[in-house]
């Protein structure tokens, strides 16, 4: 295994998950009408377009640092309860790497762990909530595991993807327990979360970015 993340090559990563985002705005926007009230889309895009916008800024600093910075990004543009999630993970991500320049594979662990900790804390939920969760908590448990049976890169990324695929799709037969579909009468069933439709976007992003940067 031979990972090394520059804030670069972060930043091309979240570069890819905007675009990923920018062109499902009709999807993700129907998801959210059907169980929410219709703005994740415009959310989750005007934050991961304000990070892209702040790319040069964002270049200059040691992975920590940026970190921080993107959570404020997201803080600010996100806004909904996705800005507070998303914006409160990255500000924890950035905390617990205090001192790192760049991650290597235990680092983005670390990065994913984190996230996943803080927003269950923060949005006081846990998985089978039907919320991004279910697609991020899933992921950190296949990346867990592929660290832990020492599955090279490749096969590490392609297990991520796919617990994140299969945790997004299972939320439509989930009932709500947080966020505004939680207040419809059916609780959302047979409607897939939109965050963590958005949440898959992400990890797909993330995987094929840096997988292809394996040789
Ligand atoms: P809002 O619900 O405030 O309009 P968004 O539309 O941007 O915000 O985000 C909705 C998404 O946020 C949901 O699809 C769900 O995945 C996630 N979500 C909502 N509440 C919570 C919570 N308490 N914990 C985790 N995720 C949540
Ligand atoms: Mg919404």
Not at 29 to 55: C, P, Q, R
């Amino acid at each position: 295994m031979g990972l090394l993340i520059t804030t670069e090559d972060f930043i091309e990563y979240i570069k890819l998950a905007a675009h990923r985002i920018a062109g499902e705005k009709d999807y993700v926007t129907k998801l959210d009408a059907a169980t929410g009230d219709g703005d994740h889309w415009v959310n989750m895009n005007s934050g991961f377009s304000a990070i892209v916008n702040a790319e040069e800024k964002l270049k200059t600093m040691p992975i920590d640092e940026a970190l921080e910075v993107i959570g404020m990004i997201m803080m600010n543009k996100i806004g909904g309860s996705s800005g507070i999630l998303y914006g409160g993970a990255y500000l924890a991500a950035g905390m617990k790497m205090k001192g790192c320049e760049t991650l290597d594979e235990k680092g983005l662990y670390l990065f994913l762990v984190t996230m996943v900790e803080d927003m269950m804390q923060r949005g006081n939920a846990r998985p089978g909530f039907k919320t991004m969760i279910d697609a991020l908590y899933p992921a950190v448990e296949a990346y867990r595991s592929a660290l832990d049976q020492k599955k090279d890169i490749k096969t590490l990324f392609s297990f991520v993807k796919n617990a994140a695929k299969i945790g997004a799709e299972s939320t439509r037969n989930m009932e709500a327990v947080k966020g505004r579909a939680s207040y419809m009468a059916e609780k959302g069933v047979g409607h897939l979360d939109p965050g963590a439709v958005t949440m898959y976007f992400q990890i797909e992003a993330l995987c094929d970015y840096f997988e292809a940067r394996i040789d």
